[in-house]
């Protein structure tokens, strides 16, 4: 019974993480080793490509770590995201835009 309470607990947990999407610029090799499709030695090159080049500042920018093409970003955009940000697929909305300031009442002359 303790058994299965403990594997039906580990699933809802893996459940969780896979849910959260995975910084690109923070995660760890076991991190990205969580994701569909990356073993660890994809997340090597991933983590490796980030010390060396710096941070990505978009989900795209992972096309230009060996082994991966644009069909696998494709593929994992929605897992990932970039400082922090909303999962890239989710942050497409646009900021709404300033309201714009009245223009200044002009200026008369009265004659006293």
């Known amino acids: 019974m303790l058994k299965k309470l403990f594997l039906a607990a580990l699933a809802a947990l893996s459940f969780s993480f896979a849910l959260a999407a995975v910084d690109l610029n923070t ?4 991190q990205l080793s969580t994701l569909k499709g990356i073993k660890a030695k994809k997340a090597t090159a991933i983590v490796e490509y980030r010390q060396k080049n710096g941070a990505f500042k978009s989900v795209d920018d992972l096309k230009n770590v060996p ?3 644009q069909k696998t970003v494709d593929k994992l955009r929605s897992e990932l995201t970039v400082g922090g940000a909303a999962p890239a697929a989710q ?6 835009p300033k309201p714009a300031t009245p223009a200044p009442a002009p200026k008369t002359d009265v004659a006293k």
């Open 91 to 96: 942050s497409q909305s646009k900021a709404a």
């Open 27 to 30: 995660a760890t090799v076991e």
């Open 67 to 69: 082994g991966f093409g």
